[in-house]
């Protein structure tokens, strides 16, 4: 082969892959190889959400989680093995998590429509958008073709995921660290407007911080004791706990911030004329929101040959 057809093999090579990595995600990926799997998808959700609402923020924390860890490949959904232990036991993970038996529903439908077909890393990028709509929120188009992760990582997940305890700065940081601003930030955490979390998660706010509504703090001491029932529940967002709108905003602005990393986006800091904008205006939260969620649905997703489609989301095949 001479020199100059080395040169345009290569040249073509490289255009080839070029188009393969941009082309990664699509909206309209199963549109020929399993049309039915958004309305199906959304069918469970629906019910889901309809019989118990705090699932839709579980569903939309499965999906955050996923993508905070390896990126969004599922790895979140994986049991222990003997080769690896899995990100469900780290420290943001356990005894908090939830939702598994919804996807796994979601996953035995789509498998008997087209078996192999529909990734489960897909399935939680589309559950999470569902569930936001369910409870009233925006809509966004989910970009897909991801596939699954044949391994997971504990480590990454205690090092990787924001903490209910962290500081402005560390959120700030964690996030960066994924590629978000922290407008976007302040956007994603706008997720706590659904949702409950266990009395251990924010018992240290409530009875040892200064920068927190009185009766606020008193009504929730009423369900959380300083010592015992640390699974005991509260709403995130005391005012519409089970509608994503922007109240979530006006709580923090009122100092009834649940956990301390709520109210450290509006603490005297950077982010307090982002949280009085949202506050302010829902149609801005809500655009930013789906803007900041599809950005963290391309988190390093696995496509092409890496990864596998798992025939059931707990394990590898």
């Known amino acids: 082969m001479s020199i100059h057809k080395l040169v345009q093999y290569f040249l073509l090579l490289f255009l080839f892959i070029g188009t393969i990595v941009s082309a990664q995600l699509s909206s309209d990926f199963y549109s020929t190889t399993c049309p039915n799997v958004l309305s199906t998808i959304k069918t469970q959700v629906d019910s889901a959400v309809n019989n118990e609402p705090r699932m839709g923020a579980s569903l939309l924390r499965l999906h955050f989680h996923d993508c905070f860890v390896q990126g969004c490949d599922a790895s979140v959904l994986l049991d222990d093995t003997s080769n690896f232990t899995g990100e469900k036991t780290a420290g943001p993970n356990a005894n908090s ?3 598994f038996e919804v996807i796994d529903t979601i996953k035995s439908q789509v498998e008997s429509l087209c078996p192999g077909v529909v990734s489960c890393a897909d399935i939680l990028a589309v559950a999470a958008r569902d569930s936001v709509v369910a409870l009233g929120g925006p809509s966004w188009t989910v970009q897909l073709g991801r596939r ?6 504990l480590s990454s997940a205690n090092s990787d995921l924001p903490g209910f305890s962290f500081d402005l700065s560390q959120l700030i940081t964690a996030f960066s ?3 978000f601003t922290t407008q976007e930030m ?4 706008g997720a706590h407007t659904i949702g409950e979390a266990r009395c251990v998660t924010f018992r240290q706010r409530i009875y040892n911080e200064s920068n927190i509504d009185s009766s606020y703090a008193t009504s929730l001491q009423a369900n959380c004791p300083s010592v015992g029932d640390d699974s005991n529940l509260s709403p995130i967002d005391t005012t519409t706990p089970t509608t994503f709108d922007n109240a979530y905003f006006k709580n923090l602005q009122s100092q009834k911030g649940l956990f301390h990393s709520d109210q450290q986006l509006f603490n005297g800091g950077s982010t307090d004329s982002q949280v009085t904008s949202y506050g302010s205006d829902a149609q801005s939260f809500a655009t930013d929101f789906a803007n900041a969620m599809l950005k963290m649905g391309n988190l390093s997703p ?8 798992r025939t059931n989301c707990a394990k590898i095949n």
């Open 97 to 99: 998590i939830r939702g």
């Open 148 to 153: 699954d992760s044949t391994t997971a990582s």
């Open 177 to 179: 660290n994924k590629g």
């Open 186 to 189: 302040v956007a994603l955490s």
């Open 302 to 309: 696995l496509t092409g040959t890496t990864g596998q489609i």
